[in-house]
Every structure is written in C-alpha cells, then in structure tokens.
C-alpha cells in the first residue's frame, strides 16, 4: 500500500504551507484551485481523501465538497473559520483554521483509515 492522496482544493500561503506540512509527513498531495484543476486531478489520481480550504467563499465551498463527494466520491474535510456558517457545507469532517495540525492529521486518518498516522508528532506549532 502506497502513501495516503490527498487532493488539496485550497489558495493562499496558508494552503502552500499545509501542503508542504502533509507532505513533510509522508502523504502524497496533489494541488487543485478550481473545479476544472479538481476534475482534471480526480480523472487522472485515485485519491484517498479532498481537503478544501478556508479561502473560498461559502457558495463555492458547497461546490467543491458536492462536487468531490457526489461526482468522485472522496470523503471531504472542510477547513473552517471561527463563527463560520457550515449548515448549507455537508462535509464529511470540519478542521478549524485555527486548530492544531495533528488535527487535521487525526481527520485523515479517520478517512484513509492509515495506521503509520497514530505513530506521528506532528509540530504542535503548525496550524491546520
């Protein structure tokens, strides 16, 4: 079994920084910025896990986790503000931006189900 695919759906620095983080700890990402990037990385990689990030507006949050879940049938964890309004966002697990990234870890391996994940210490520093 290879390493754990994620498909990172995210902009910004922050996005850049996780991603490096994930890959640090021995996952395999693959960045995507628009649903077009999404689709073109979903036809070509079979991917454990999606993560989309804080940076989108909420409209297009829903887009890309209905678009992941219901067209390629990833789990979704959904990167979220404080006070940020989720009801109309079904994700499949929520990490605050804030949290530590052990957290964002531990939603991972809930998903792609990766025991070598219990074994990791993560930088506490990092945030999700």
């Known amino acids: 079994m290879g390493p754990v695919k ?6 910004g620095d922050l996005v ?3 991603d490096a983080a994930l890959r640090t700890v021995g996952f395999e990402v693959v960045s ?13 990689v079979q991917f454990d896990v999606a993560i989309v990030g804080n940076a989108f507006s909420i409209p297009e949050k829903v887009q890309f ?7 390629f049938r990833l789990p979704v964890i959904l990167i979220s503000g ?3 309004y989720l009801a109309s966002i079904r994700a499949d697990s929520y990490v605050s931006v804030d949290a ?9 391996s809930q998903f792609a189900g990766d025991q070598e994940l219990r074994r ?3 930088d506490e520093g990092q945030t999700a």
């Open 16 to 18: 850049s920084r996780r």
């Open 120 to 122: 990791l210490r993560p």
């Open 100 to 108: 530590p990234f052990s957290n964002l870890l531990g939603a991972i």
């Open 6 to 11: 994620i498909l990172s759906v995210g902009l």
């Open 32 to 44: 995507a910025l628009s649903l077009d990037e999404l689709a073109r990385a979903c036809a070509s």
């Open 65 to 71: 986790v209905r678009c992941l879940q219901g067209v």
């Open 82 to 84: 404080r006070n940020q």
